[in-house]
Structures are given as C-alpha cells and as structure tokens.
T-cell receptor
Framework: AQKITQTQPGMFVQEKEAVTLDCTYDTSDQSYGLFWYKQPSSGEMIFLIYQGSYDEQNATEGRYSLNFQKARKSANLVISASQLGDSAMYFCAMREGDAGGTSYGKLTFGQGTILTVHP | AAGVIQSPRHLIKEKRETATLKCYPIPRHDTVYWYQQGPGQDPQFLISFYEKMQSDKGSIPDRFSAQQFSDYHSELNMSSLELGDSALYFC?????????FGPGTRLTVL
C-alpha cells in the first residue's frame, strides 16, 4: 500500500494567490514526522517544512504552512502569496517511528505535484 | 549556513564501470542518508548511517556499498554499473527533526 499519496499530478495558481497541495499518509505508528520538499527543475531537494505527529500546532515557515489533520491522515501544504519562483515539483514525505527530538529514520516520498505559477 | 556537500555533481560512466560518490554532511549532524531518484520518480531510500554505523538499509543493490568515515563523510561505491543506475543520487543529513539534502550527483551510465 502506498504510504504517501499525492493525488494532484499538476496544479496551477495565479501569482500572489494561495495554493494548497494535498498529501495523505498511511501509517500505524503513533509517532511519525511529515515533511515537504521543493524540487526545482535544477534538481536540488529543498526542505520546506516539518510537522511531528505530536505537534498540536500546525507548522509554519514564512509563506509555507502545513495543514495537519491527524484523524484524516492528511498533511496538506499551503503556499500563500505564490511567486513565479515557486514553480517546481513538490514532494510530501514521511518518517515513521519519529521519536521526537531524534533524527533517526529514512523518508518515504509521495509521487510529487508539479506546481506552475502563472503571472 | 553550511549545507550538505556532494561530489562530483555530474558523473558519466560506461556500463560495467565503477563509481564513487562522496558526501560531506552538515557539521555536527549525526545521521547520513543516501537516496536514488530515477527520471520522473520520487527519491528512494538506499542506506543510512548513524554515528558511523549502518542504521538502515533500503532497496540497495548488492553491487552498491557505502560507508561513513571517522570524519563523518560518507561514500557510496557502485560497481558493475548498469544503464538503469542512471539517476540523481542524493545524500542527506540530519541532527534533530529536519533532513537536509545535498545538491545531488547526477550519474549517467552509457
């Protein structure tokens, strides 16, 4: 079974508008971490945001916020005030067995969503 | 701030040759990961090291091996290269929650 599902192969947004990229996950672990990465056409993998399963507040990093709905097992990324430079592939990823405060554990990625920002 | 360093950035090899990819993690990070990303694919976990000991192993072919040295840098050794090994290879490192990726090594096998 797919552990991370990103159902939107591609998304389009107008510059300066907000956009939500969907991510659902499947795990039986009580402790896990959720990540979002941006991969521009140049290929590098840029860390955006992290949410721990026990974090009560939704994570925010500048224009990025993570809409974490634990009961629905969803971890959607919200990008506010989109910019042309936000056009890229976005990956959602999960680290299972996240023992809060430790780094141990591989990431499992979704298939990604290509975001295109129109001027 | 220091980032993960990978070398070389690009590598072209012939089939059946060997390749060595190097990774220098962010200073004081205690865990190093290797991932392989094929064309149009998501990254797939290969292997990881925690404090210089192998901590986890994914879908890494037997032709590949890796190690982490006393200075915490890591090397991924790939032998008997096949066309299907052509991919972007990432090294990542972490200390607390975030996992930071290097720029990747793009390997092309001809």
């Amino acid at each position: 079974a797919q552990k991370i599902t990103q159902t939107q192969p591609g998304m389009f947004v107008q510059e300066k508008e907000a956009v939500t990229l969907d991510c659902t996950y499947d795990t039986s672990d009580q402790s896990y971490g959720l990540f979002w990465y941006k991969q521009p056409s140049s290929g590098e993998m840029i860390f955006l945001i992290y949410q721990g399963s026990y974090d009560e507040q939704n994570a925010t990093e500048g224009r990025y916020s993570l809409n974490f709905q634990k009961a629905r097992k969803s971890a959607n990324l919200v990008i506010s005030a989109s910019q042309l430079g936000d056009s890229a592939m976005y990956f959602c990823a999960m680290r299972e067995g996240d023992a809060g405060g430790t780094s141990y554990g591989k990431l499992t990625f979704g298939q990604g969503t290509i975001l295109t920002v129109h001027p | 701030a220091a980032g993960v360093i990978q070398s070389p950035r690009h590598l072209i090899k012939e089939k059946r040759e060997t390749a060595t990819l190097k990774c220098y993690p962010i200073p004081r990070h205690d865990t190093v990961y290797w991932y392989q990303q094929g064309p149009g694919q998501d990254p797939q976990f290969l292997i990881s090291f925690y404090e210089k000991m192998q901590s986890d192993k994914g879908s890494i072919p037997d032709r590949f091996s890796a190690q982490q040295f006393s200075d915490y840098h890591s090397e991924l050794n790939m032998s008997s290269l096949e066309l299907g090994d052509s991919a972007l290879y990432f090294c990542a490192s972490s200390l607390v929650n975030e996992q930071f990726f290097g720029p990747g090594t793009r390997l092309t096998v001809l």
